[in-house]
């Protein structure tokens, strides 16, 4: 069927980073498939590594610093192994990325109508003027920007924080892409504006299709738009489960404490939210074994285990996807089922 169709397959990617102190293990050993028509989320808390592995999809991170490996595949081409004329020709057309500060993604000195033709241009270069103002115009009304003729002609100070976000999106689509990556797109903005614009997502994807992957680190809005999710912890996917798999059922005991620290509408029942106890480890100097261990509350429970051995991803459930913890099958899914409830 052409809605599962995988639109992007990204294998064992893995990214350093060279710094005074050492080298950063970003990203370690992350894969999944994106499929046509469908959204993808990645959690985790800041530093588990989400923004990098979007930018390292697209080839966004310091050459000079940063070592990639691994495969990034998009319409059968793998990116990491692109030149730098074919990546100019992939990125916006094929796959195209919104980031979560608009003020800066947005120069200052130029219209929103100017950069939203700027970024159009590149690919449709023999396009008449006419044709490129009418593509501005169509994108920003698709993505509901008011009496847009006028504001096109506006500078990215004149609009507000959502209506910039907005500009953002209009120009990341004005392509037509298959994929868009969205990191944190809604993290500067209020709970109001933040439903509008992920409802502007969910529209524009039913429109044309497009596959969504959707970096935060709010699993409220993982619950709202995402089908499947991966959850990272110091550069490593720990947990992948679809969405409803996650909630009910979560494998993993740092997912644990991802939801133990969410609140809903009805917590009578949960009583105090709980917090996940100390911090994530320095991606400088990782611990031995599985590296949420120092945290985890069930790591005495194997033995040693977790202190020297990396756990794989593997599957914990009879629906679930995977999950990389040495925490028997049969218990894991036992204390998800209490977190889930």
Known sequence: MEASHPVLIV???????????GIVHAVNDVSFVLHRGKTLGIVGESGSGKSVTASSLMRLNNSVTATTSGSVQVSGK??????????????????A????????????????????????????????????????IDMMTKVGIPNPEQRSKDYPHQFSGGMR???????????????????EPTTALDVTVQAQILDLMLSLQAENGMAILLI??????????????LVMYAGRVVEKADVEDLFEIPTHPYSWGLLGAVSSLDDSHRGQLKTIEGAPPSLLNLPTGCAFHPRCTYSSENNGQCETLVPSLMQKGPEHSSS???????????????VGK
Not at 105 to 126: C, D, F, K, R, S
Not at 216 to 229: F, K, M, N, P, Q
Not at 324 to 338: D, K, P, T
């Open 216 to 229: 935060t680190h709010d699993l409220g809005v993982i619950a709202e738009v995402a089908r499947d999710v």
């Open 165 to 183: 976000q907005r500009i953002v999106i209009a120009i990341a689509l004005v392509n037509d892409p298959k994929i868009l990556i969205a990191d």
């Open 11 to 21: 294998e064992n990617l893995s990214v350093s980073f060279e710094t005074p102190d």
């Open 324 to 338: 990389a913890c040495h925490l028997q099958s049969a218990r894991v899914v036992q204390i998800g089922r209490e």
């Open 78 to 95: 793998d990116l990491m192994a692109a030149s730098d004329d074919e990546l100019r020709q992939i990125r916006g057309s094929e796959i």
């Open 97 to 136: 990325m919104v980031f979560q500060d608009p003020m800066s993604a947005l120069n200052p000195y130029y219209t929103v109508g100017a950069q939203i033709a700027e970024a159009y241009e590149v690919h449709h270069p023999n396009a008449s003027k006419s044709e490129v103002q009418m593509k501005v």
